[in-house]
Nanobody
Framework: QVQLVESGGGLVQAGGSLRLSCAAS????????MGWFRQVPGKEREFVAA????????YFGSPVKGRFTASRDNDKNMVYLQMNNLAPEDTAVYFC?????????????????WGQGTQVTVSS
């Protein structure tokens, strides 16, 4: 049974930091690109970050570039999103996702598995 379980969301003041974690199980984690997306009610899901199977390559959406970093631990089947200098516009539900492939996947329809999401709220 495939599971992606996000944690680490919460309420933070603008300028603060949060670290999201995603625990994966039920599939060959090392064969998958892992991604982070976010969504605000009434808006489309937005790409945040992707990290390749080895962790050597990452890519970030323009709104978060320079503020967010991604990492993974293939021994623990975990992926992380470190979010620094948070702003109110970062408020959203954040999802982790798994896409089969060794490279970077930027498009959400290409991700096979999704977590349930974790709420991040940034107050001004």
């Amino acid at each position: 049974q495939v599971q992606l379980v996000e944690s680490g969301g919460g309420l933070v003041q603008a300028g603060g930091s949060l670290r999201l974690s995603c625990a994966a199980s039920g599939f060959a984690f090392g064969d998958y690109c892992m991604g982070w997306f976010r969504q605000v009610p009434g808006k489309e899901r937005e790409f945040v970050a992707a990290i390749s199977w080895s962790g050597a390559d990452t890519y970030f959406g323009s709104p978060v570039k320079g503020r967010f970093t991604a990492s993974r631990d293939n021994d623990k089947n975990m992926v992380y999103l470190q979010m620094n200098n948070l702003a109110p516009e970062d408020t959203a539900v954040y999802f982790c996702a798994a896409g089969l492939g060794k490279g970077l996947i930027l498009s959400h329809p290409l991700y096979r598995y999704w977590g349930q999401g974790t709420q991040v709220t940034v107050s001004s």
